[in-house]
Each structure stands twice: as C-alpha cells, then as structure tokens.
C-alpha cells in the first residue's frame, strides 16, 4: 500500500541551527501539508502545498519556515534558525483531491 | 474560533465491548469530519471521513455527525486489544484542504484482553 515516507525519523540539533525536514508523498497526489505535534498537545496544521505554491499557512508558519518542492517526488520543510520551542514531531501528509490525508510517520525534532 | 474539544481519556474497556468516543466543536463552519487512529510513536491514520449530519458504517466502526448539536461520535463495535491506540478527531471547512485540519487532543483507548 502506497505510503508517506519522513526522513529522518529523529533529528537533533542546537538552538539557532538551520534544519530540513524531508518527505516523499504519495506518487499520485497533489497535495501535501505539515503538521506538528508537541508533546502532549495537539496536531496542529502549519502549511498546505498545491501546484508549487503554498495555499494556506498557520500562525505558526512564521518567517522561520519555508517549503519547498525541489523535485517530482520530495516536499520539504526548513525550519532556519530553530528554537527551543520547535522541538515536536513534525508530520507530512499528502492528499489526491485536497480531501482525505494520508500521514507519514513523522520526524521528531529535538532542539537543544 | 477553530476549538474542537475531546476527552483525553484513558478510557478502558474490556475486549468485545462496544467504545464510543466523541468530540463537541464550536465552529459551525466545519463541514467535513474525521476520526484518526494513531499508535504510539506514529502519523495518524484515516479511518473515517464524512461530509455534514449523517452516520457512516465501515466494518466494526461507525461514525455519526450531529452538526445541530456540534457533536461527533466514534463508535468501534467488538474491540479487540489492537484497537488500542489514540483516536483523534478532525474536522475542517473545506474538506481537509487549503484551511487545513482541526484536530482534537484525542482519546486513548485501552482494550484489555
């Protein structure tokens, strides 16, 4: 069964670090998101992603952030200089028709 | 305001029960609903979607949407101990899409063998 695939799985790095988030969506789908999870809390939407450009983005998705779709199959998340509290699972997820998401296993952030 | 409201839980049931998990929202906007099972340490996973009022069956799992009251169940009929799990409601205006998902905190249910 096609899936989302997050690389890597964990990821650690110091406080003011520049760090990228990597995905493989669904072959067929065109749409594709972030989401975060801290520990405890909520899935939160941060950004939406169709036809190479952002649709709609969050309150989160400050300046700090940025997506990009460098290539046919990879969509990715920059986080440019982190802080401590971005620390989260960052999830991926792609969609065919903007409608049902499908998410990847996501990829744990830990900001010292 | 986008707040979706759902018990944390742990709720625990004995195997073979009928579970019934829900979430109330304030957003009369919201249109299409979702419940997400999610195991620890993993992406949620669909497992039900629906548009507006209505119920949905899928094998042991039914979904009901109450827009009137702003209230939505889960209900997960003979449970097994795999079952086990975090179930995340979601809900958006627009079908999951541009405005992105609403999620709740989720509830953690507990199968016992």
């Known amino acids: 069964e096609p899936e989302v695939t997050q690389t890597p799985s964990h990821q650690v790095t110091q406080m003011g670090q520049e760090v990228i988030l990597r995905c493989v969506p669904i072959?067929?789908?065109?749409?594709f998101y972030w989401y975060r999870q801290i520990l405890g809390q909520k899935v939160e939407f941060l950004v939406s992603?169709?036809?190479?450009?952002?649709?709609?983005k969050s309150e989160i998705f400050d300046d700090q952030f940025s997506v990009e779709r460098p290539d046919g199959s990879n969509f990715t998340l920059k986080i440019r200089s982190t802080k401590l509290e971005d620390s989260a699972m960052y999830f991926c997820?792609?969609?065919?028709?903007?409608?049902?998401?499908?998410f990847g296993s996501g990829t744990q952030l830990s900001v010292l | 305001q986008k707040e979706v409201e759902q018990d944390p839980g742990p709720l625990s049931v004995p195997e073979g029960a009928i579970v019934s998990l829900n979430c109330t929202y304030s957003?009369?906007?919201?249109?299409?609903f979702m419940w997400y099972r999610q195991y620890s340490r993993k992406g949620p996973e669909l497992l039900m979607y629906?548009?507006?009022?209505g119920n949905k069956e899928d094998g042991r799992f039914t979904a009901q949407v109450d827009k009137s009251s702003k209230y939505i169940s889960l209900f997960i009929r003979d449970s097994q101990p795999s079952d086990s799990a975090t179930y995340l409601c979601?809900?958006?205006?627009?079908?999951?899409?541009?405005?992105?998902?609403?999620f709740g905190k989720g509830t953690h249910l507990i199968i016992q063998p």
């Open positions: 629906t548009y507006s009022s």
């Open positions: 072959s067929n789908h065109l749409y």
């Open positions: 979601a809900m958006s205006e627009s079908g999951g899409g541009a405005d992105g998902l609403t």
């Open positions: 957003n009369s906007a919201f249109q299409y």
């Open positions: 997820a792609s969609s065919e028709t903007g409608e049902k998401l499908f």
């Open positions: 992603f169709y036809n190479n450009e952002i649709s709609e």
